[in-house]
C-alpha cells in the first residue's frame, strides 16, 4: 500500500532564503509525481509535474527533483518570498486513476 | 472561465440529511474524482470517474453515489449525513487518468451538526 510523507509538517524562514520541502513514498512504482500548493480555504494549485522517466522539472523560482528508487521527491524554492506562504502538497500517481497525496508542510516566509 | 467549479460553497445541515455537491468542468478532461480533506488537511481520494465510468470507489459507504450524467460532470450525493461526514470535499479533473496535471476545485465546505 503506498504511503507518502512530507517533512517537515511545518516549516518558517525569513523572506530571500531558498529552502527545501521532502516528500518520501514508499512504493516506487508510481506514473508520476505531483507538487501542489493549498491557500487557507482555498483549492489545490498544481506546481509541477514529473513524469515517472523524468528527473526534475523547474517552474520560476521552483525546481522539483524525483529519485523513484529512493522513493523521494524535493522541491526546492528559490529565494523565498512572503507571497510563497502556504501549504505544499505532493501527490503521487499510484495507479492509473489514483493520486495518494502526503500530509503536506506548511510554509511561513516572514517578511 | 473556472476550469472546475463546485457548488456550494458552504454546506451546513443537520445529522441525518440527505444532500448533493455539484462539479462541473469545462477543460474538457476525460477523468474527474472526489476527494475529502479532513480537520487535519488530509486529503484522501474517494472516487475516480473516466468517461463518465466509475473506476475506482475507495471503501466510501455506500450512503455516498456519485453520478456522471457527462464527461463535465461528476456530483456527489450524500445520504443520512452523519457528524464525521464533516469535511471539505474537492472535485478535480485531469486528461489522462493520473498521468496529467490534476486541476481542482475550489471545494465545498460541509459542516454536520
Known amino acids: 500500500k503506498q504511503e507518502v510523507t512530507q517533512i517537515p509538517a511545518a516549516l518558517s524562514v525569513p523572506e530571500g532564503e531558498n529552502l527545501v520541502l521532502n516528500c518520501s513514498f514508499t512504493?516506487?512504482?508510481?506514473?508520476?509525481l505531483q507538487w501542489f500548493r493549498q491557500d487557507p480555504g482555498k483549492g489545490l494549485t498544481s506546481l509541477l509535474l514529473?513524469?515517472?522517466?523524468?528527473r526534475e522539472q523547474t517552474s520560476g523560482r521552483l525546481n522539483a527533483s524525483l529519485d523513484k528508487s529512493s522513493g523521494r521527491s524535493t522541491l526546492y524554492i528559490a529565494a523565498s518570498q512572503p507571497g510563497d506562504s502556504a501549504t505544499y502538497l505532493c501527490?503521487?500517481?499510484?495507479?492509473?486513476?489514483?493520486?495518494?497525496f502526503g500530509t503536506g508542510t506548511r510554509l511561513k516566509v516572514l517578511a | 472561465d473556472t476550469a472546475v467549479s463546485q457548488t456550494p460553497k458552504y454546506l451546513v445541515t443537520q445529522m441525518g440529511n440527505d444532500k448533493s455537491i455539484k462539479c462541473e468542468q469545462n477543460?474538457?478532461?476525460?477523468?474527474m474524482y472526489w476527494y475529502k480533506q479532513d480537520s487535519k488537511k488530509f486529503l484522501k481520494i474517494m472516487f475516480s470517474?473516466?468517461?463518465?465510468?466509475?473506476?475506482i470507489n475507495e471503501t466510501v459507504p455506500n450512503r455516498f453515489s456519485p453520478k456522471s450524467p457527462d464527461k463535465a460532470h461528476l456530483n456527489l450525493h450524500i445520504n443520512s449525513l452523519e457528524l464525521g461526514d464533516s469535511a471539505v470535499y474537492f472535485c478535480?479533473?485531469?486528461?489522462?487518468?493520473?498521468?496529467?496535471?490534476?486541476?481542482f476545485g475550489p471545494g465545498t465546505r460541509l459542516l454536520v451538526l
Open positions: 478535480a479533473s485531469s486528461q489522462v487518468a493520473a498521468q496529467e496535471t490534476q486541476y
Open positions: 512504493d516506487s512504482a508510481i506514473y508520476n
Open positions: 514529473i513524469q515517472s522517466s523524468q
Open positions: 501527490a503521487v500517481g499510484s495507479g492509473t486513476y489514483k493520486y495518494i
Open positions: 477543460l474538457g478532461h476525460d477523468t
Open positions: 470517474y473516466n468517461n463518465k465510468e466509475l473506476i
